[in-house]
């Protein structure tokens, strides 16, 4: 925990500075002093290493912030110049997305109903670290030659219908499809060739592919939500756009690029790391984990390459899930639709104008919050309301669709991607009673597909959501449409048998 010696400059409610050395621009912080308090030092120190880093303009601390990969989860840094992997990470375009479907929480109640949809869910997306297509009998089978067009060409028409993925999605989707480094997707074909070069890529490539429609493991999740709307009349509208009513059901989802990404960005940091040990350049902090290059670098442009493949990857990878989610449920609901109502990326590196000029704004376990009338918004669904903000806190408190104030501004009109950890991984299976978990989300009438809900990832493991929350109203930076709780959860683990 940090201490009241901790140097933040208080600006707002919610709101502080952390100062930098050497004239840099202050860290912009968002949080209220009991969040802030949350703030350990190894999350500061990777906080100013970070904002000291070689071409950062911004850097912003958000709410949920604590120890990650170089930078800390639940940051955002910007560069005019330079590109960093860290504040993007190992899970390339880790997401959220929201499937709004045609059913009322009267049809979830039964317990015996939702055990059928979790087993219809469980026969199409696996779940577990090293699982596929295979190990489940109702999934989508891609194979390599596809998988090749999704990872180069992202969610264009073909790939949706070839996957039988409803094409008007992608228009619900914060990108739909990500390009090379020059803007072309011929970038991204090169650079698979590149890859295809070496022997061990070729040869996990068709397995990776087969991770397509899949979770994976971790604080990975699919959920099942009933939605309460807030009854302003801001939220009201901004419901009636997103596709939101007040009792439906919908299915949160949280998962990113799988193996593929992991592969990916794990060759990136080896390549930066051997080019900064070859050339003798500093690193900054000493931290191996910021390796850099500047923009029009070959460096950069492998890794923007790179970068993009596995976005790609990720995009189709939840819209999959998505068709396949709603493919179950109109097992157990014949007839009934659904509606992709957002996806939206908090791990990646985007262009994005700041302060009048072209950045590279880079978010690690951060969202994107762009209010109505946001020139990037133009020719879209949200051009008027803002686009959706879909922030995951814990099965138990709920998780909350929000919308972008004018005020993001501060913060490189982002927010937080959720809770944020307070206890690290194991601490949390040190501390935390296997049986009360479990206890407490039958309490709560909460069904998994866990035989025990894991440990790890137990509610006490994260932040107080409702503080963070408060934060981000507090700060300016955006209001709540909805809170959506839940009533049943996907995640890694054994399948319960009662």
Known sequence: MTTSATPFIETGDATAMLPLPKGRKPVTVIGT???????????????????????????????????????????????????????????????????????????????RTRRAIIDAICERTPTGAGRGQRHVPKSRNVPEVLGAQIVTEGATVDVCNALSIPPEWADRCEDSRHLGHDGSVDALRARLVIHRQNERFTKKFPEKITQLGSYGGGNHFGECEVVRLREDDRAQEAAMVFG??????????????????????????????????????????????????????????????????????????????????????????????????YFISHNIARQEVLDGKMHWVHRKGATRAFPGGHHALKGTPFESTGHPILLPGNPQAG????????????????????????????????????????????????????????????????????????????????SEVARLEARFVIKDGDKADD
């Open 399 to 478: 998780s909350s669709v929000m919308v972008a104030n004018e005020g993001a501004e501060v913060s490189c009109y982002s927010v937080n991607h959720g809770a944020g950890r307070m206890l690290g991984r194991k601490a949390a299976s040190r501390t935390l009673d296997q049986k009360e978990i479990d206890a407490s989300f039958k309490e709560h009438d909460i069904l998994t597909n866990c035989r025990n809900y894991p440990i790890d990832e137990a509610p006490a493991a994260y932040k107080d959501f409702d503080e963070v929350l408060r934060s981000v109203e507090l700060a300016g930076l955006a």
């Open 244 to 341: 939101l009513r007040e009792g439906g059901v919908a299915f949160l989802s949280h998962c990113g690029s799988r193996g593929l990404g992991h592969a990916l960005a794990s060759g990136q940091f080896k390549a930066l790391e051997q080019h900064f040990t070859t050339w003798g350049i500093p690193l900054p902090g000493g931290d191996r984990q910021l390796v850099h290059a500047p923009l029009g670098t070959e460096e950069a442009d492998a890794y923007l390459d790179d970068m993009a493949l596995g976005a790609n990857f990720a995009t189709v990878n939840h819209m999959l899930i998505n068709a396949l989610v709603l493919e179950a449920f109109q097992e157990v609901f014949p007839g009934i639709d659904g509606r992709l109502v």
């Open 33 to 111: 002093p009991a969040i802030r308090a949350t703030f350990d030092e190894g999350c500061l120190e990777q906080t100013i290493n970070s904002a000291m880093a070689p071409g950062v303009s911004h850097l912003v601390l958000n709410p949920d912030a604590h120890i990650g990969y170089g930078t800390p989860v639940g940051c955002v840094m910007a560069s005019p110049t330079h590109i960093y992997p860290g504040p993007v990470g190992v899970d390339i375009k880790c997401s959220m997305s929201l499937l709004a479907l045609d059913i009322d929480e009267d049809a979830v109640r039964d317990v």
